[in-house]
């Protein structure tokens, strides 16, 4: 009978292969957070622009009604966005946090400011937005925002609640490109009734 020839890995092999596999990790695992990370700030920013989207309809419909003079602002809240919240949960950013929204305040909401005159309108629509986390941006023009906006805590977003606000917002008009101005804000949609609602 012949005698099979066994050989197996040395403990130096093995820790060979496990420190390049170590090595592996550290350089991956940072890679992949990262790509992860600016995957979840781009889809907040084009979550934003689609609650842009679904407000400027709804003011079209008339659902909102928005300020004519010139100056003037209309502020909604993300809250009353007919979002899918048809099981009950929360409206969430792409971080899975909830908006900072609640029945008498909201700090992620959209701003319609007319920049035009109250006969010939020119609505320009801007978004600020915070989740229970801290992710937020700060009032930032439609279609401007930028992965690099989004803050993990420290924006200064303007907590609305029922009464008139003066609101700091870019000027889309001026020829510098950080000019702001401000604008005199009605915040008439902080609060719907949902079903969802206890």
Known sequence: MKKLDKKGFTLI????VIVVLGVILLIAVPTVISTITDARKDSFIRSLD????????????????LQYDPGAATIISLRVIDLDRSDGDEAVSTFGAPWVTS?????????INNQGS?????????????????????????GQGAREDIKASGCPITQISSSEVTLNIPDTEAAEPDAKKDVKAVPQYIYLKNDNDN
């Not at 842009?52 to 709804?58: E, G, L, M, Q, S």
């Not at 029945?103 to 701003?111: F, G, K, L, R, S």
């Open 50 to 65: 689609q609650y842009v989207d679904i407000v400027r309809t709804k003011a079209q419909t008339g659902t909102f009604k």
């Open 118 to 142: 109250a006969g010939n309108p020119r609505f320009k629509y801007f978004y600020a937005a915070a989740d229970s986390d801290g992710n937020c941006i700060a009032l930032t023009l439609e």
């Open 13 to 16: 092999e093995l820790l060979a």
């Open 103 to 111: 029945p008498t305040t909201t700090n992620a909401y959209i701003v």
